[in-house]
Nanobody, 124 residues
Framework: QLRIVESGGGLVQPGGSLRLSCVAS????????IGWFRQAPGKEREGVAC????????NYTDSVKGRFTISRDNAKNTVYLQMNSLKPEDTGIYYC?????????????????WGKGTLVTVSS
């Protein structure tokens, strides 16, 4: 079964940190650009970050630059999103998605696989 599973979400206070993981099963991620997306309550889904197949290129939406870091370990078939200095407006469901042979450009389109998401809540 081909699927992506996200983990690492939870409740964190403003200023705190979380690391999200995205693991693929049934296929290898090294042929895919990977994007992290989020959807806040009542808002449309937005692209947060992306990483190229090799990991040499990354892009971030302006609101997370300097706070979030995307990385990948192709040997572990895993992509990470390190989130620091979290703010209440970072609250939402975070999704990982894979795009076959696509460049890492936001907004990242042409996604082939989506995970079901992991909830991040930033609140005191």
């Amino acid at each position: 079964q081909l699927r992506i599973v996200e983990s690492g979400g939870g409740l964190v206070q403003p200023g705190g940190s979380l690391r999200l993981s995205c693991v693929a099963s049934g296929f290898t991620l090294d042929a895919y650009a990977i994007g992290w997306f989020r959807q806040a309550p009542g808002k449309e889904r937005e692209g947060v970050a992306c990483i190229s197949r090799s990991g040499s290129s990354t892009n971030y939406t302006d609101s997370v630059k300097g706070r979030f870091t995307i990385s990948r370990d192709n040997a572990k078939n895993t992509v990470y999103l390190q989130m620091n200095s979290l703010k209440p407006e970072d609250t939402g469901i975070y999704y990982c998605a894979a795009a076959l042979f696509r460049p890492c450009v936001l907004p990242l389109g042409g996604m082939n696989y989506w995970g079901k998401g992991t909830l991040v809540t930033v609140s005191s």
